[in-house]
């Protein structure tokens, strides 16, 4: 995996912030766009700019070819049995959320539980609050280590026989925990329950394959994989999406209308209601063509180097406090004694420096973590260690800022 090439892809890499290279580290928020990325974008709007399935000018079968191509691409990427499991959606925020109005309010009742943990990001969260409060049913958590990662023995003792959605992240945003999604799966199917996992920050990163997982629904969000904002995915197993009924009614997702009711347009278009986010599908179907020609395999050894070098660096600085587990995915989140993160996020800024601080949609567990807010480095395909020492570099120099108060 040559990281140098990698890197001369993304333009915005070449970019000096407050006099210096840019050094971004904040991926896991957002990631960096490809120049075959950004060229696919424009090529559309450039050369097949029309709206999608209805036309049948030359434009229209242009733009249908390739919105649906990148489906097939994305069916590929997950290994998904068929393209009818491949919704494109906004992103992993309404991939969940349509599973939480659609799937849980139509199958929850009184009594019934959903199991989450403490680690999820807010779009894993509220929308099971939500369907909770509408439906009565339970929301239950199964607790963290120590360490910030779960025990699959916590887990069979939290999901019972009344339990009937889990929902649980693949990889933590704030920790960096890689969740055993697979033994949750079955945990959950022993119990006739469905999975919900939310690969926001587990897509980009790793390979995926839905059929060994054996989860029942999977989200993610195609910005944060080299792909445009504003794209997302909701894989869902057939039989599944089948029996739900679409949560957006209008134009395109029809089959036949009359004055007093309608029929829909079968799988996967009966969640697509109204124009799609068309340049943004192709631009998603694109990054995954780039991430495949690197390799997933290859992405996530480098990352795995990278979290390990961070980590070992990062420790060498007094007053830091490192949080989640020693095996991780590629982010360091920390905090330096006395100072805020805001602040140690604006003197890296200063320094050219690119993490993310704030609370990262993730309120329980900083409560959990007894903070506020946290510092978070993330990396992706094309970090390299040199990123890193100028971030070991602007914390030495964070502290020397703050020095007053170590």
């Not at 950004?38 to 050369?47: H, L, M, R, W």
């Not at 029929?263 to 179907?285: Q, R, S, V």
């Amino acid at each position: 995996m040559d990281v140098q090439a990698i890197r001369q892809e993304f333009p915005i890499l070449h970019e000096e912030i407050n006099g210096h290279p840019l050094v971004y580290l904040d991926s896991s928020a957002t990631s960096q766009k490809p120049r075959t990325v950004i060229e696919a974008v424009d090529t559309y709007y450039k050369k097949a700019n029309s709206n999608v399935h209805r036309g049948v000018h030359t434009l229209g079968s242009r733009a249908t070819e390739q919105y649906e191509g990148a489906r097939e691409k994305v069916r590929n990427f997950l290994n998904a049995r068929s393209t009818a499991e491949i919704i494109f959606t906004r992103g992993t925020t309404t991939s969940i959320n349509t599973v939480a109005y659609s799937y849980a309010r139509a199958n929850l009742k009184q009594g019934d539980e959903i199991v989450i943990t403490p680690m999820e990001h807010h779009s894993n969260l509220i929308p099971w609050q939500q369907a909770a409060k509408a439906t009565g049913a339970t929301l239950k958590y199964i607790p963290l280590q120590d360490d910030g990662t779960i025990s699959l023995e916590d887990a069979r003792a939290i999901v019972t026989e009344n339990t009937k959605i889990v929902a649980i992240t693949h990889v933590s945003n704030v920790l960096g925990t890689v969740n055993p999604v697979e033994e949750m799966a079955k945990i959950a199917h022993e119990h006739n329950a469905v999975i919900v996992v939310d690969g926001a920050q587990g897509a980009p990163h790793m390979k995926v394959d839905v059929k060994d997982m054996d989860c029942d629904f999977y989200a993610f969000s195609g910005h944060k994989m080299c792909g445009p904002t504003g794209i997302g995915v909701l894989y869902g197993k057939k039989e599944l999406l089948e029996d739900m009924e679409p949560v957006e009614f209008g134009g395109e997702m029809i089959d036949f209308v009359d004055l007093y009711d309608a029929t829909w347009k079968e799988l996967p278009w009966k969640f697509e209601g109204g124009t799609p986010i068309i340049a943004g599908a192709i631009g998603l179907g694109a990054a995954i063509d780039f991430l495949n020609e690197v390799g997933m395999d290859n992405i996530l050894a480098h990352e795995q180097r990278l979290a390990d070098y961070a980590m070992e660096k990062i420790r060498t600085i007094d007053g830091i406090t490192v949080y989640g587990p020693e095996k991780r995915a590629a982010l360091v989140t920390f905090n330096f004694d006395d100072v805020h993160p805001h602040d140690a996020a604006t003197v890296l800024d200063a320094e050219g420096i690119a993490v993310r601080a704030g609370h990262h949609c993730a309120q329980p567990l900083m409560k959990w973590l007894d903070v506020s807010a946290t510092a978070r480095a993330s990396f992706y395909l094309y970090n390299t260690e040199e990123d890193i020492d100028r971030l070991v570099d602007g914390l030495l120099k964070t502290k020397e800022y703050f020095g007053d108060v170590f």
